[in-house]
């Protein structure tokens, strides 16, 4: 089972990161704060001080076409937001070629 399914690199998780040394993580739906922690550190090699978690809910919509009324939803995943030791980082980006 993978824990860290993706990183969340938004502005707001960006601007989180390089003010307060938090990351945000999309992770497994069936994983504790605890792997969650032991995933981070063994992946990125930093020192975790806290581990905030959250479900996010799907989003429902609703459109009126010719045919009739559609309904759907996105899927709901869980959100982990990792704040790390004074002094570590994690740089998303060391690994992207041309």
Do not use: C, H, W
């Not at 707001?12 to 040394?21: G, I």
């Not at 945000?24 to 090699?45: H, L, M, R, S, W």
């Not at 009126?64 to 996105?74: D, S, W």
């Amino acid at each position: 089972m993978s824990i860290l399914i993706k990183p969340i690199i938004t502005e707001k998780a960006t601007a989180d990161a390089e003010l307060n040394n938090r990351y945000g993580f999309i992770v497994n739906p069936k994983a504790n704060k605890v792997e969650i922690k032991k995933a981070v550190e063994a992946t990125y090699e930093v020192s975790v001080l806290k581990v905030r978690t959250l479900n996010v809910r799907p989003d429902r919509s609703t459109r009126y076409t010719k045919t009739g009324i559609q309904t759907g939803k996105t899927n709901a995943y869980k959100k982990a937001i990792v704040q790390v030791a004074e002094g570590d980082e994690i740089d998303f980006y060391n690994n992207i070629q041309d």
